[in-house]
């Protein structure tokens, strides 16, 4: 930890004090465009700070960063994060320490410039958020034995947990071209369903979309093709994290999942938050690996280690909010759905990344992968709505009287990101959010 994690600093960027998910602690990564500017620019890189973002280009031109933050600032010129993310981590711990000192209440910069603000800063009311980055490839886990248990024991009720569970992170490949940006609406897919007692299949609207709350974790430098990364250095090619909500048609996904997997339940649409925690700003939030209950096989050991074991973990709470067409129409506010922790995630981010790199599959700058669905021990930590109805036996029921078994048309899903403990200051992830338009 450095100055950038004093929970006393504060900025001169007024709307950074005070209750934000983005205070000068956090500074997260994120790609936009003014909206003066029209859908055909480009957009560049830029840090959320309160309810403003930092132009970093705009700061580079002005000569505010040197050294290895000037390199990293001139590879934020960009319409995504890929080329500072290949740069590694210390360009991003330089350039933050950097832009810590420039938005810091005592800046000499600001102090000689009140009007600073102007030309580096664009309020996020007169911005777009875009993707992050262009993502090569995305690989989703099922990193939760919560989940992975609560949906087993639906399917399978006396074996819900199979063999491989405890030795190996379970994923699949998942598709990078259907991830979209947090606001972007999502079409009800059509898919291919059959009816527990129907003889054969039929085609139309999938009749159970849900959500999934997860984790996504950008790749920095990673790896070349057939070299794997040892555990103890996964955390140098870990850029930062976002939401996700990994969409899911669970009637399509029934059918179609034996014997390769999720396939087309899942690619029609991805919807990642904007904004990229950084390792950096995860610092404060950093614990121990989740402790396997006695029993449990320890680690093959490719992926244990003891700094993995001791500080593996991220503790990130995340909760699911919906509001349903009718309750925006009444003003009602979204309804908390559910709220689970990462640290209780039964494999770390490293492990994950070391699993997926030991069979010499490179990563590659931009990619993402995703922690799979965040569950927790109790029902109200259940991270989607096949969880928490229990496959629609035991429907939610919102405040205007309307009852979900899964997800209706013109339904909202908002997922939220937190991170608080005693001594640091509490950072958030913003907001991943999006709408169900009908089939
Ligand atoms: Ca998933």
């Not at 709350?213 to 790896?223: K, Q």
């Not at 994950?352 to 010499?360: I, K, L, P, Q, R």
Request: a negative charge.
């Amino acid at each position: 930890m450095d100055e950038t994690h004093e929970p006393s600093r504060a900025s001169w960027v007024e709307s950074a004090q005070g209750a934000t998910d983005f205070p000068i602690q956090n500074l997260p990564f994120g790609v936009f465009r003014r909206k003066e500017d029209g859908d055909e620019t480009p957009g560049t890189v830029g840090i959320a700070i309160g309810r403003q973002i930092l132009d970093v280009a705009a700061g580079h031109d002005e000569g505010r960063f040197e050294g290895l933050a000037d390199r990293a600032a001139g590879a934020c010129a960009a319409p995504s994060l890929n080329r500072l993310m290949a740069l590694g981590r210390p360009h991003w711990i330089e350039l933050r320490r950097q832009v810590s000192a420039l938005l810091t209440a005592d800046s000499p910069a600001y102090r000689a410039n009140r009007r600073l603000g102007d030309r580096i800063l664009v309020p996020m009311t007169e911005a777009e958020l875009l993707l992050p980055a262009v993502i090569g490839d995305y690989t989703d886990f099922y990193a939760s034995v919560h989940h992975a248990t609560n949906v087993g024991s639906m399917f399978r009720p006396d074996n819900p947990l199979l063999p491989n569970y405890k030795w190996v992170p379970i994923g699949y490949h998942g598709r990078a071209s259907s991830i979209v940006p947090s606001g972007s609406a999502v079409r009800r897919p059509r898919g291919q369903v059959k009816d527990a007692p129907a003889e054969a299949p039929g085609f139309g609207p999938s009749r159970s979309l849900d959500y999934e709350m997860e984790l996504g974790c950008f790749v920095g430098p990673g790896n070349s093709l057939g070299e794997a990364v040892p555990l103890d250095q996964a955390e140098d090619h870990l850029f930062g994290l976002c939401l996700v909500n990994d969409w899911s048609a669970r009637d399509v996904q029934s059918w179609e999942y034996q014997p390769l997997g999720p396939f087309l339940a899942k690619s029609f649409a991805t919807t990642v938050s904007p904004w990229v925690v950084t390792f950096e700003a995860l610092e404060p939030f950093r614990t121990a690996a989740l402790a396997r209950p006695p029993g449990d096989p320890a680690p093959l050991p490719y992926l244990s280690s003891e700094r993995n074991a001791a500080r593996g973990g991220v503790d990130v709470t995340v909760e699911v909010y919906l509001a349903s067409a009718q309750m925006r129409l009444q003003g009602i506010p979204p309804q908390l759905l559910s709220r689970s922790r990462a640290a209780d995630l039964y494999w770390t981010l490293a492990q994950m990344f070391t699993h997926h790199a030991s069979n010499g599959c490179n990563l590659r700058p931009g990619d993402l992968f995703a922690t799979g669905t965040i569950s927790g021990m109790g029902k109200e930590a259940r991270g989607c709505m096949l969880e928490l109805t229990w496959r629609g036996a035991e429907p939610i029921v919102l405040p205007t009287g309307e009852s979900r078994k899964f997800l209706e048309d013109g339904d909202e899903v908002i997922m939220a990101g937190l991170c608080e403990r005693g001594g640091a200051a509490p950072i958030g992830f913003g907001e991943c959010r999006g709408v169900v338009l009908s089939a």
